[in-house]
């Protein structure tokens, strides 16, 4: 997963949701409107028989990117010359 840049394709994809989110719910609040990411890998996914590794079955990337780094990178990307948060 790291290897193949999963966090940084899930990061992304975060702030994405993030502008679209921020832009259509009235009192949006990434804390609390602003959810996790789940990558479901079915090839890997064996039914209730699925080996799991330090609790997480294997097949299934779960990550809570920090809603301050999503919004820090959202600034970034809006030309934000520290990344501040609008």
């Known amino acids: 997963m790291i ?4 966090p940084l394709q899930a990061l992304l994809y975060a702030v994405a949701l ?3 989110v921020r832009w259509r ?3 949006y609040s990434p804390d609390r409107h602003l959810g ?3 990558y479901l890998f079915v090839r ?9 590794v330090d609790g ?7 990550w809570t990117p920090p809603p301050a780094l999503v919004t820090a990178l959202s600034g970034l990307l809006d030309g934000l010359r520290d990344g501040e948060a609008r």
């Open 3 to 6: 290897a193949a840049h999963y």
């Open 18 to 20: 993030h502008r679209y």
């Open 25 to 27: 719910l009235r009192g």
């Open 36 to 38: 996790g990411v789940l």
């Open 44 to 52: 890997g996914m064996c039914g209730p028989g699925t080996p799991a």
């Open 56 to 62: 997480m079955p294997c097949g299934v990337f779960g």
